[in-house]
């Protein structure tokens, strides 16, 4: 099968064509840096089906980042057909740079000119001819988003894989030519591929060419004594990149053509608008500030059951409602569901419909307290419900962050926190897979490949869990919803809102105490383009949640629904492997033994009956953190007898709290830990696939400690305001922050001692 690669600058649309090609789902951000992988498709409206490979945005192919290294070696190693360089027709010129570097290696190329229908909306037109017979290869405009001119790109594209084409270069000075020319020659006597490619490189004292062809260095050095450029000296690279830019504004600045209508005049309005939004959004002071009143309205709108805070003015109206079907789904209290909370009402309720008739249905047949009732209704079904029962309010929250990402506005929240970030110690560029980790830590933790400095990476990966995942949200939800409950408290959404600040926060600090001790490291500058706002696309919006619904939904009925069956047989069993009250079975033994650890936490030993749940849960959600809810949901149901998970889903938790007699900072303190340890099995597979050889066992130790200091930091605090004793609390939480010193130290002289290996 022929095979084209996708090449182009970051944001320039590639994602979006690759998709729309190959009709997969692949994640389209409206920010740079989100394809990181390679990923491949195939097209198939051609006679033949082509493979479609979609390479990270770059900028340029010298070896600086890890994407430029990806795409550069794929090109040359892998040599596909044809290579797609994809240019955005609203930056043309600084996307040919890379197309004057893709030029000079021998592949077919064919230009593809994105994001016509905004050029052309602003009534200016493009020239391709002139890019076609200055370039030497096809051009083609088009669309990705609107999918014009896909086919006839793709013919063009299968027309050029057809023959052989050799590398070109743009520079002309005649010095350099003469260099470059002499260089090629030498490798051309080596058999080298891509000769004209390898000499530029060469000549540029690119760090990987160089290591590959010492033996040719000296003879590039010798050469590049009689080459002097006024304004560079003799940094070679410099005087390249200049020259490529002089030949792109030499012979393409005319080849977009603006429309009669003074289009000078258009733009610049249209500049001082989006600037504007600018100036405000990501002003100092502002921008942080409006950012924070945006994600507490984004929760707000997902988990308020007192909406815009209107409760009191709907009290009297209320009892009208009572007990009827409005009031399970629009009403709590007198106050007005949010979205999130309505859809997950809905769920809510029917899923206990299913469950109350299978659980009648199954008495009828096989008489009262079967245990394959039991079984079916309170191990499998309940467990399976009470994890899918959130997938609403999951997918609400999302719609809301991929809208923000989809116009652009998370790139400015980059930008913002970039700022405080380099306080810290990291650049802007750790924002982005730390931002991803809000969605799934697994891909956020792949994006760290970006990071170019090794500890900035380490930090990263280590701290992404704390940006609390999709999968964390129904241990916030339901266990915010039990305390408040049970304790009378009224906002189920400050608590969640306030858990995911804990989160950056800890988050915030952990990097700083990182980047000051075992992970030393200065913050690489960070260079990102804002891109143009626009309005959210329906498509990508529903790629996103899709994509979202569909990995929840399989895990929900594979590992999730593995878990709960075995959590029931654990909690019905004895060690003699008969069925035994909950107290006496094995998952209790376990429990009850590994308890003690979590007292200075608020839920651990000072538990009554039943207490040691909290242990299992936390050990549970290793596996998969929707299981922490799945195991209280199994649990609930063999402690209260006829128990039905329904009312705002936080049923479970209200079993578990009134049974457990945990103290409501107890509660909160369980969340944190939850939201702080060692994330899942998946992303625990993916930090050690990302992380260093050895590094691993220590960010596994990093994550405990973090997660023992900051739940029990939660607990003291919290605790000042209820009536718990601290007897045990305040000097554990002191022992685990001597630990955790320790541990630092111990790991900046281990450190030290690699070094020095090293060196
Ligand atoms: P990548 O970083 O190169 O993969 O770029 P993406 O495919 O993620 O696209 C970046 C942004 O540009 C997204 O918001 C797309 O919706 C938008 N986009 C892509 N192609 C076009 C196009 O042809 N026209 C317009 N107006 N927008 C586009």
């Not at 769920?347 to 299913?354: G, L, R, T, W």
Request: negative net charge.
């Amino acid at each position: 099968m022929k095979r084209f690669a996708l090449a182009g600058n970051p944001n320039c649309g590639k994602t979006t064509l690759f998709n729309n090609l190959t009709g997969s789902t692949a994640h389209v951000g409206n920010w740079p840096g989100v394809t990181v992988e390679k990923k491949d498709g195939v097209y198939k409206k051609l006679s033949e089906p082509i493979k479609i490979i979609d390479l990270p945005g770059i900028y340029s192919l010298s070896p600086y980042t890890s994407e430029e290294v990806i795409s550069r070696n794929y090109i040359l190693d892998e040599k596909p057909d044809c290579v797609i360089n994809i240019v955005d027709a609203t930056n043309l010129e600084r996307n040919l740079y890379l197309t004057t570097q893709l030029l000079e290696i021998d592949v077919p190329v064919v230009v593809a000119v994105n994001m016509m229908d905004v050029l052309e909306k602003n009534g200016d037109s493009l020239d391709e001819k002139v890019l076609e017979k200055k370039l030497g290869v096809p051009v083609v405009k088009i669309s990705a988003l609107e999918e014009a001119n896909l086919k006839e790109l793709m013919e063009r594209a299968f027309e050029a894989s057809e023959k052989k084409r050799e590398g070109v270069t743009v520079l002309e000075s005649k010095d350099l030519k003469h260099l470059v020319g002499d260089v090629k020659i030498a490798f051309k006597g080596k058999k080298v591929e891509n000769p004209l490619f390898h000499a530029i490189k060469l000549v540029e004292n690119d760090e990987i060419e160089a290591k590959m062809h010492e033996e040719l260095l000296p003879m590039v050095e010798e050469f590049k004594q009689t080459l002097h450029d006024e304004t560079f000296g003799n940094d070679i690279e410099a005087i390249i990149a200049d020259e490529r830019y002089n030949y792109i504004s030499k012979n393409f600045s005319k080849v977009i053509v603006h429309s009669e209508l003074a289009e000078n005049e258009k733009k610049e309005v249209k500049e001082t608008k989006s600037d504007r939004i600018d100036k405000v959004l990501t002003h100092k002071v502002w921008g942080l500030l409006i950012f924070a009143v945006i994600l507490f309205f984004v929760f707000h709108l997902t988990f308020s059951e007192n909406l815009f805070f209107l409760g009191g003015l709907f009290k009297d109206a209320a009892p009208s409602f009572e007990g009827s079907i409005y009031e399970g789904l629009f009403w709590t209290d007198g106050g007005i569901n949010s979205p999130g909370v309505i859809l997950f009402n809905f769920f809510d309720m029917s899923f206990s419909a299913i469950i109350d008739a299978v659980s009648g249905a199954m008495a009828s047949g096989l008489g009262e307290g079967h245990w394959l009732t039991g079984f079916l209704c309170d191990g499998v079904l309940s467990g399976l419900f009470a994890i899918l029962g959130f997938l609403p309010q999951i997918l609400v929250l999302f719609l809301f962050f991929s809208t923000m990402e989809d116009t652009g506005y998370m790139a400015r929240v980059a930008f913002i926190l970039d700022r405080i970030f380099r306080k810290f110690g990291l650049s802007g560029r750790a924002f982005i897979p730390m931002i991803m980790g809000f969605g799934c830590s697994v891909p956020a933790m792949i994006n760290t490949r970006t990071l170019a400095d090794e500890h900035e990476k380490v930090a990263t990966i280590r701290v992404i869990p704390f940006f609390s995942c999709g999968a964390k949200l129904p241990i916030l939800v339901a266990i915010a919803g039990g305390v408040c409950e049970v304790f009378g408290f009224s906002s189920v959404d400050v608590i969640t809102y306030s858990m995911y600040v804990v989160g950056v926060i800890t988050a915030i600090i952990a990097v700083l105490i990182m980047r000051h001790s075992t992970q030393r490291g200065e913050a690489a500058p960070f260079i990102m383009e804002l891109p143009q706002y626009h309005w959210p696309q329906f498509r990508a919006l529903m790629i996103h949640l899709w994509d979202k619904a569909k990995h929840f939904v399989k895990k929900a009925f594979t590992i999730i629904l593995a878990s709960t069956i075995i959590i029931w047989f654990l909690s019905n069993f004895g060690w003699d492997w008969q069925m035994c009250e909950m107290e006496d079975s094995i998952l209790a033994s376990i429990g009850k033994f590994i308890q003690p650890l979590f007292t200075p936490l608020g839920f651990g030993s000072q538990l009554s009956a039943f207490g040691w749940v909290f242990a299992v849960a936390a050990i549970t959600g290793l596996i998969a953190k929707e299981n922490v809810i799945a195991t209280f949901s199994v649990l609930a149901a063999a402690i209260v007898a006829g128990f039905e998970g329904t009312e705002e889903g936080v049923a479970e938790a209200v079993v578990m709290i009134t049974n457990t007699g945990i103290t409501w900072p107890g509660a909160i303190a369980f969340i944190a830990f939850n939201m702080l340890t060692i994330p899942c099995f998946a992303a625990c597979a993916t930090a050690k696939g990302e992380l260093q050889k050895g590094t691993f066992k220590w960010t596994l130790l990093f994550w405990i400690v973090a997660s023992f200091i900051g739940a029990s930091f939660v607990y003291c605090f919290l605790s000042m305001f209820s009536t718990d004793t601290l007897a045990w609390a305040i000097p554990c939480t002191a022992v685990f922050i001597a630990l955790g010193v320790l541990t630092v130290f111990y790991l900046r002289h281990y450190e030290r001692k690699q070094d020095s290996k090293l060196a």
